[in-house]
Nanobody, 123 residues
Framework: VQLQASGGGLVQAGGSLRLSCVVSGGTFTNYCMAWFRQAPGKEREFVATASRSGAPTWTANSVKGRFTISRDNVKNTVYLQMNSLKPEDTAVYYC?????????????????WGKGTLVTVSS
């Protein structure tokens, strides 16, 4: 199973970005799909996860109301819509797949990871 994330970049505070993660080599609907991030000098943290069907979803308190996870099970793609971005959202963002189906929120439980995409928010 391969995950390919894209969509990162440089954006001003208050702006928006949409990250995408395309999954290949497996049955997409077998996985909960999640986003994590790691800021410089900090540990990786959970951002959001979506169940196999796309609902329900769960979002970290730090981004709730600003970030939305969604998935397209035809395109084998999971998205992270990020609005009202803040400088503290600057991080490398990773998509991950959880085969358990219980949509866990800890990185050590993920089965597959994509390479990250860098999001930089300037003040």
């Amino acid at each position: 199973v391969q995950l390919q994330a894209s969509g990162g970049g440089l954006v001003q505070a208050g702006g928006s970005l949409r990250l995408s993660c395309v999954v290949s080599g497996g049955t997409f609907t077998n996985y909960c799909m999640a986003w994590f991030r790691q800021a410089p000098g900090k540990e990786r943290e959970f951002v959001a996860t979506a169940s196999r069907s796309g609902a329900p979803t769960w979002t970290a308190n730090s981004v709730k109301g600003r970030f939305t996870i969604s998935r397209d099970n035809v395109k084998n793609t999971v998205y992270l819509q990020m609005n009202s971005l803040k400088p503290e959202d600057t991080a490398v963002y990773y998509c991950a797949a959880d085969f358990s189906g219980t949509c866990r929120t800890t990185g050590r439980h993920m089965d597959y990871w994509g390479k990250g995409t860098l999001v930089t928010v300037s003040s």
